[in-house]
């Protein structure tokens, strides 16, 4: 099975139909059906619209729905060095060596392919990473995981798999392969680290919502358009993300290492 899905995954005409699947969700909806679609959407997907800082009638499209706000306290930040930068199940986390990390056990590929830059690559060599998927119902935002400064924000072409497990575990350096974002940022303590936003199939668009500019935990960086893929690395000498194991849920903002800021 897995062979037949790598072959379909592959000649799939995906950006394409990515970038039409990402403009019909941009088209405005009628307010009088919004509730009802939003309420369907949440339940399918098991969405929470009690933290969204509107109601869903206020929500324009779906793209707008899938970029919903939280509520202003909705999330509070913890007072960790590390704080996870997203909601999702995480893929892999762990540490950086040989200039690699997982995609999934037994599986892994080249930090500096996912980066597109061999020497951040080999300044991170030795520190931590934590790869965390965002399914549909996620909320789609993509927040700072530290204090530090976003020194660069550098776009890669690439393709657009899926980046749901069953595709995870069958399509080979998928992450590295995708389009993204690179965010490369320096630590308020020194260390170099990064933050990839990894588009995906049927994600309507990666926005960038901080270009440059120190950050704060928890300090939003980019949207999705419909769920993806953050990977996020810190360098060595700086706390390290939390082990957990695959699959399990993290919420944005808790506490992704057990050291204090």
């Known amino acids: 099975m897995s062979a037949v899905r790598r ?89 950086v060596r040989g200039g690699r990390i997982s995609q999934i056990k ?13 020497a951040l690559a080999a300044a991170l060599e030795g520190g931590s990473q934590a790869t965390i998927y965002l399914a549909p119902g996620d909320y789609h935002r993509v927040h700072s995981a530290f204090a530090g400064q976003v020194e660069a ?9 899926p980046v749901n497990p069953p595709a995870v575990r069958c399509i080979d350096r998928l992450f590295a392969r995708n389009s993204r974002h690179v965010f490369h940022c320096r630590l ?5 680290a990064a933050l990839v936003m990894v588009g995906a199939y049927n994600v309507g668009g990666t926005l960038v919502t901080k270009p440059g500019g120190p950050v704060s935990p928890g300090e939003e960086l980019g949207q ?4 993806s893929t953050v990977v996020a690395i810190v360098g060595p000498g700086a706390a390290t993300f939390l082990d957990l194991p695959p699959g399990q849920r993290v919420r944005m903002g808790q506490a992704a290492s057990g050291v204090m800021a």
Do not use: H
């Not at 037994?106 to 061999?118: F, I, Q, S, T, V």
């Open 7 to 95: 072959l379909l995954l592959t000649a799939l005409p995906k950006v394409l139909l990515s970038r039409l699947t990402g403009f019909m969700c941009s088209l405005p909806l009628p307010e009088r059906l919004r509730p009802r679609l939003f309420g369907w959407f949440a339940r399918r997907y098991g969405a929470t619209l009690e933290e969204a800082a509107a109601p869903p009638s206020e929500f324009r499209s779906l793209q707008a729905f899938f970029r919903r706000a939280l509520r202003p306290g909705a999330r509070p930040i913890a007072s960790t060095a590390l704080v996870w930068p997203c909601d999702g199940r995480i893929v892999t986390t762990g540490p």
């Open 106 to 118: 037994g599986n892994d590929y080249e930090l500096a392919d996912l980066l597109g830059d061999r």
């Open 153 to 161: 924000v550098v776009p890669l072409p690439g393709t657009l798999f």
């Open 188 to 192: 308020r303590t020194g260390q170099p």
């Open 224 to 227: 999705f358009g419909f769920g």
